[in-house]
């Protein structure tokens, strides 16, 4: 089910949306034209009562504002039904790109829930404008509802008042739906289960809850997060942001690919042990075995949309500030003949949940999950990002993740998960969910 719900509850006329060129800094001074992109796209975002949209790594990606149409969706069709409502959408919108490369023309982001039973459901959010940056090159979109396309828009008319960040102040944490003891109980279950047979492996996850002095301006953790890490996916979509490692799927003019995190220990900060622990990580028999329950799960979800796929036979160690994770980019070509050439958003459905964020057999570990997990995951673990006209995009996997509250905007609910499987340990699976939340903790440290 869907609902469409904008500010009238409908639209008068159809979207028209126009993009067009932007210098970078130091290219052409003075140039005539819709304007310079700033360094740090994330510069860019205004202070506003919405959350921004935001899809950045390592300087490139989406940043976007306002907010023209929002669609709504819940239950087992959500994916599908959001993409009817976006194609509904653009069968009647004006568009004029004058760049052409993926990210420009209409943009949507969404974020959806990990569980079909979820309240969260999902959402699509249509902005009004978005500045965008890659591979040298960078564009301004606009967005509207109107008759007919009007003039080139320029940064200068879509740009409010400079504001910079402001810091959350003191930041206290109390325990989420279950405290850290609890938790440790909740491992030990799991643990049972699967060396019972039940599962081969499961994902669960924990939650803490910030309460901040001043209510959280989420342009403050968002810097945070894309200057501290940098190789990761900053996010941030309808109060959701963090910085995910893993993408759960890239479609782009035919070619796909996921990038599977799974098994994790956790940096020391000294380098030549860090270097020593990877070491460790890349032999060890409990965490390979849980990357390679991820990465099957994500070969064989992708093998019926594509020609031809590329599994690599053993995984690389990923350096990130706080953990070091095993990790594998699986590759594909878009082609199956029984599917033809699906949008991001539907590959993003056909992957989720993987063994990495739920386990094996997903439908096993899905209702271990719902037994002892003791908290709805609302939309953590559950796909985030955009995708284009062309139905190409980018999802990530809302890990390390944090959701705001549109009620109380000082509480702030953290999320960190952790992969089960038979070797696994309570204390060290608590340690391991300490780690992955010290990404999120630091975006949200005050000065």
């Given at each position: 089910?869907?609902?469409?719900?904008?500010?009238?509850?409908?639209?008068?006329?159809?979207?028209?949306?126009?993009?067009?060129?932007?210098?970078?800094?130091?290219?052409?001074?003075?140039?005539?034209?819709?304007?310079?992109?700033?360094?740090?796209?994330?510069?860019?975002?205004?202070?506003?009562?919405?959350?921004?949209?935001?899809w950045?790594?390592?300087g490139?990606g989406?940043?976007?504002?306002?907010?023209?149409?929002?669609?709504?969706?819940?239950?087992?069709?959500?994916?599908?039904?959001?993409?009817?409502?976006?194609?509904?959408?653009?069968?009647?919108?004006?568009v004029?790109?004058?760049?052409?490369?993926?990210?420009?023309?209409?943009?949507?982001?969404?974020?959806?829930?990990?569980?079909?039973?979820?309240?969260?459901?999902?959402?699509?959010?249509?902005?009004?404008?978005?500045?965008?940056?890659?591979?040298?090159?960078?564009?301004?979109?606009?967005?509207?509802?109107?008759?007919?396309?009007?003039?080139?828009?320029?940064?200068?008319?879509?740009?409010?008042?400079?504001?910079?960040?402001?810091s959350?102040?003191?930041?206290r944490?109390?325990?989420?739906?279950?405290?850290?003891?609890?938790?440790?109980?909740?491992?030990?279950?799991?643990?049972?289960?699967?060396?019972?047979?039940?599962?081969?492996?499961v994902?669960?996850?924990?939650?803490?809850?910030?309460r901040?002095?001043?209510p959280?301006?989420?342009?403050w953790?968002?810097?945070r997060?894309?200057?501290?890490?940098?190789?990761?996916?900053?996010?941030s979509?309808?109060?959701?942001?963090?910085?995910?490692?893993?993408?759960?799927?890239?479609?782009e003019?035919?070619?796909?690919?996921?990038?599977?995190?799974?098994?994790?220990?956790?940096?020391?900060?000294?380098?030549?042990?860090?270097v020593?622990?990877?070491a460790?990580?890349a032999?060890?028999?409990?965490?390979?075995?849980?990357?390679?329950?991820?990465?099957q799960?994500?070969?064989?979800?992708?093998?019926?949309?594509?020609?031809s796929?590329?599994?690599?036979?053993?995984p690389?160690?990923?350096?990130?500030?706080?953990?070091l994770?095993?990790a594998?980019?699986?590759?594909?070509?878009?082609?199956?003949?029984a599917?033809?050439?699906?949008?991001?958003?539907a590959?993003?459905?056909a992957?989720?949940?993987?063994?990495?964020?739920?386990?094996?057999?997903?439908?096993?570990?899905?209702?271990?999950?719902?037994?002892?997990?003791?908290?709805d995951?609302?939309?953590?673990?559950?796909?985030?990002?955009?995708?284009?006209?062309?139905?190409?995009?980018e999802?990530g996997?809302?890990l390390?993740?944090?959701?705001?509250?549109?009620?109380?905007?000082?509480?702030?609910?953290?999320?960190?998960?952790?992969?089960?499987?038979?070797a696994?340990?309570?204390?060290?699976e608590?340690?391991?969910?300490e780690a992955?939340?010290?990404?999120?903790?630091?975006?949200?440290?005050?000065d």
């Amino acid at each position: 089910m869907s609902t469409l719900a904008t500010p009238a509850d409908h639209l008068p006329h159809p979207l028209v949306v126009r993009t067009v060129a932007l210098d970078l800094p130091g290219d052409r001074a003075n140039a005539p034209g819709a304007g310079a992109a700033p360094a740090d796209l994330l510069d860019l975002l205004p202070a506003a009562d919405v959350p921004p949209l935001a899809w950045v790594r390592r300087g490139d990606g989406l940043v976007a504002w306002g907010e023209l149409l929002r669609i709504e969706v819940s239950g087992a069709d959500r994916f599908a039904d959001a993409e009817a409502a976006w194609r509904d959408v653009l069968a009647r919108a004006v568009v004029r790109d004058e760049v052409q490369v993926p990210g420009s023309g209409p943009v949507a982001f969404g974020s959806f829930a990990f569980d079909d039973e979820s309240a969260a459901g999902g959402v699509v959010i249509v902005p009004r404008v978005v500045v965008g940056r890659r591979g040298g090159r960078a564009w301004l979109t606009t967005i509207s509802a109107g008759a007919a396309l009007g003039p080139a828009p320029t940064l200068a008319d879509v740009l409010g008042p400079r504001v910079a960040p402001t810091s959350p102040g003191e930041v206290r944490y109390e325990d989420g739906a279950v405290g850290a003891d609890a938790w440790r109980q909740v491992v030990a279950t799991a643990i049972a289960a699967v060396r019972d047979g039940s599962v081969e492996k499961v994902v669960l996850a924990r939650d803490v809850v910030a309460r901040t002095q001043h209510p959280l301006d989420v342009r403050w953790a968002l810097h945070r997060l894309a200057d501290g890490y940098p190789s990761c996916w900053t996010f941030s979509v309808d109060g959701l942001l963090g910085a995910t490692p893993e993408l759960l799927v890239r479609s782009e003019k035919g070619l796909v690919t996921s990038r599977v995190l799974a098994g994790t220990i956790r940096r020391t900060g000294d380098d030549d042990a860090d270097v020593a622990r990877a070491a460790i990580l890349a032999h060890s028999s409990k965490d390979l075995e849980e990357h390679e329950y991820a990465v099957q799960s994500v070969a064989q979800a992708l093998e019926p949309f594509c020609s031809s796929t590329n599994v690599p036979d053993v995984p690389f160690v990923l350096h990130l500030p706080n953990v070091l994770h095993l990790a594998s980019d699986v590759t594909g070509v878009l082609g199956g003949e029984a599917h033809g050439h699906p949008s991001s958003l539907a590959l993003a459905a056909a992957l989720h949940p993987t063994a990495a964020v739920c386990g094996t057999p997903t439908a096993a570990a899905r209702a271990l999950i719902r037994r002892i997990e003791g908290m709805d995951r609302a939309r953590y673990a559950g796909p985030v990002g955009w995708f284009g006209a062309d139905g190409d995009g980018e999802w990530g996997i809302a890990l390390r993740s944090a959701q705001t509250s549109p009620q109380d905007p000082h509480r702030v609910r953290l999320f960190a998960g952790c992969g089960i499987v038979a070797a696994s340990d309570p204390a060290a699976e608590l340690a391991e969910s300490e780690a992955k939340l010290v990404p999120m903790r630091t975006a949200l440290a005050g000065d």
